[in-house]
């Protein structure tokens, strides 16, 4: 019962993590959020009894990939030129 | 009208995959003969106590090579696309 | 661009509880879940940790430049070496020719559930240290090859 309850929160969470990146207007945060949708992830393959992915996924989406788009984001400018 | 024709796209390529998926049962796949047999004996022929990890490295070893070469491969490309970007006095020259 | 002093001071924090813990899983992934791949994404990320929170010149100057190249090339070369030398123990390509030796890494595991032993598992160990610091290596050489490709920072 506790677990039925741990993965609805999870994909709820989910849910509204990967709504929250397509409605954020700064890129920063949608970012942020698409990190938090990778944790939301990998703590659900953790529920399926998955610890390999659950790692790889912690590891890949929620720091790696996080970090390359926080990089680009500072790397790149806005449209009123100025860098971020 | 636009956005209607792409809703539209979405449902209907939405709806096939879900059809695609629907008969296909969670847990139960159809052939199990190579998992039983890994299950069975990988603690005795590997010596690993992961059975995951005597897959990778023993049994598939190859896929394993295969996946360093392709992050080699990965890193060379990178390092030819970024080669040239920076100013030419950057402290950092990276080739 | 530096990030804040709060960000910097708990990337100084976070960086060695990072590195060990992606030390431990690379070196058990014969025992415990994760592995080399997974070790080396793990040590990449403190790695990249401190590339987001301090600023260009700052990074160039403490990631020494030919380490991380290093330690990829020096990883792929230590898994086909391992590969390799097989062949000279009379046995296929991968074949685990350290297993039950009863040299390094040789001992011979107890089947069904056993507390585990870290000195079993044959090959497996030398090739997940291999392929996590060939990771390790890609990952960090990725970031920053990315990080120098950059325009200089506007301040």
Redesign the interface.
């Known amino acids: 019962m506790i677990e039925l309850l741990v993965h609805i929160l999870l994909l709820a969470g989910l849910v509204i993590s990967a709504f929250m990146v397509w409605h954020m207007d700064d890129l920063i945060s949608a970012a942020i959020a698409f990190g938090a949708f990778s944790f939301l992830l990998s703590l659900e393959f953790l529920m399926l009894q998955a610890p ?1 992915v659950a790692i790889a996924e912690a590891g890949i989406g929620a720091g790696l990939t996080t970090a390359i788009f926080v990089i680009a984001i500072r790397g790149t400018e806005k449209d009123g030129g100025a860098s971020e | 009208m636009k956005s209607a024709l792409r809703i539209g796209i979405l449902v209907v390529c939405a709806a096939a995959f879900l059809m695609a998926g629907l008969d296909l049962s969670f847990g139960t796949p159809a052939y199990t003969d190579m998992d039983d047999y890994m299950l069975a004996h990988g ?2 022929e ?5 059975i ?3 897959v ?3 049994y598939r ?2 896929d ?2 295969g ?3 392709v ?2 491969t ?2 060379l490309g ?2 030819l ?3 040239r ?3 030419k006095e ?3 020259e ?1 080739e | 661009m530096n990030m804040s002093n709060l960000v910097r001071s708990g990337a100084n924090i976070m960086m060695p509880f990072i590195l060990v813990y992606g030390f431990y899983i690379v070196v058990h ?5 994760g ?3 997974q070790g080396g994404a793990v040590i990449a990320t403190a790695v990249v940790l401190l590339m987001v929170a301090y600023s ?2 700052d990074v ?1 100057a403490s990631i020494p ?1 030919n380490v991380l190249k290093n330690s ?1 090339t020096a ?2 070369l230590l ?2 070496g391992t ?1 390799l030398l097989a062949l000279t123990a009379g046995i296929a390509f ?1 074949g ?1 020719w350290l ?2 030796a009863g040299s390094l890494f040789g001992t ?2 107890a ?2 559930i ?1 507390p ?1 032993d870290i000195n ?5 160990p030398i ?2 240290i291999a ?1 996590g610091i ?2 390790l290596g ?1 990952m960090g ?2 970031l ?3 990080l ?5 920072d506007a301040e």
């Open positions: 390999d | 603690q005795e590997t010596g690993s106590n992961n995951v990890t005597g990778v490295f023993d070893g190859f394993t090579l996946e360093a070469t992050l080699f990965v890193v990178a390092g696309v970024f080669r970007l920076g100013k950057d402290e950092y990276y | 992934g014969h025992l415990t879940p592995g080399g791949f260009r010149a160039f430049k990829e990883g792929l898994f086909i590969a991968f685990n297993l039950g011979p595991v089947f069904g056993n585990g079993t598992g044959g090959i497996i090739l997940n392929v060939e990771v890609a050489i990725l920053l090859v990315m120098g490709g950059m325009k200089g």
